[in-house]
Structure formats: structure tokens, C-alpha cells
């Protein structure tokens, strides 16, 4: 059985700074690409970030510069810390494991972060 779960999520004062974890079972860890994504209320879900499963990393303009993405394989687990925090970043994050070999794509509950003073 496939488990994504992501935690970390809150609230947190603007330039503050959270990090998200994304937790995983049931996957071959190392074969997938982890990414994260948002969605804000009445917004479409957007990438913001993803770590391929070699390790490269690409961002979103958005996240440029102030997100940094991770994965640590032995704990099957990948993080986003985010920093620099603005209103603008409140919503929910996702978190997505795309395999690198097959057709297989899993989805995480979200976690919600809210940046308000």
C-alpha cells in the first residue's frame, strides 16, 4: 500500500521560515522524482519545486532563491524549507512522487500553510 503524507504545515508570521516533510511507504524511494506543489483558494494547484530522483533540483520562479528542495532516500522522505515566507505563499502544499521508470504518479492529503501576522 502507497502512503504519501506530508506534514510540517502552520502558521507562520511573513519572512518567517517553516519546513515541510513529505513521508513515504510503499515506493521504491529512490526511483521517484519528489515534488511539491500549491494551491490557493480559487487558484489552480502550481509546481513549485522538484527534486528529481539523481538529485537535481529545479524551482519555480516563485520559490527561486527562498525554497530549497531535499530528499533524504534512506529515510524515504523529502523536505521543503521555506524561508522569507510571504502572504502570497499561503496554501496548500502537496506533495507528488513520479516514478522515473513507470507510469506511476501518487498524491499526498496536502498539508496547509497560512503566513499571516
Known amino acids: 500500500q502507497v502512503e504519501i503524507v506530508e506534514s510540517g504545515g502552520g502558521l507562520v508570521p511573513p519572512g518567517g521560515s517553516l519546513t515541510l516533510s513529505c513521508t513515504t511507504s510503499?515506493?521504491?524511494?529512490?526511483?521517484?522524482?519528489m515534488s511539491w506543489y500549491r494551491q490557493a483558494p480559487g487558484k489552480e494547484r502550481e509546481l513549485v519545486a522538484t527534486i528529481r530522483s539523481e538529485g537535481r533540483a529545479d524551482y519555480a520562479d516563485s520559490a527561486l532563491g527562498r525554497f530549497t528542495i531535499s530528499r533524504d532516500d534512506a529515510k524515504r522522505t523529502a523536505y521543503l524549507f521555506m524561508n522569507s515566507l510571504k502572504p502570497d505563499d499561503s496554501a496548500v502544499y502537496y506533495c507528488?512522487?513520479?516514478?522515473?521508470?513507470?507510469?506511476?504518479?501518487?498524491w499526498g492529503q496536502g498539508t496547509q500553510v497560512t503566513v499571516s501576522s
Open positions: 510503499g515506493i521504491s524511494f529512490g526511483h521517484f522524482h
Open positions: 507528488n512522487a513520479d516514478s522515473a521508470y513507470f507510469s506511476y504518479n501518487y
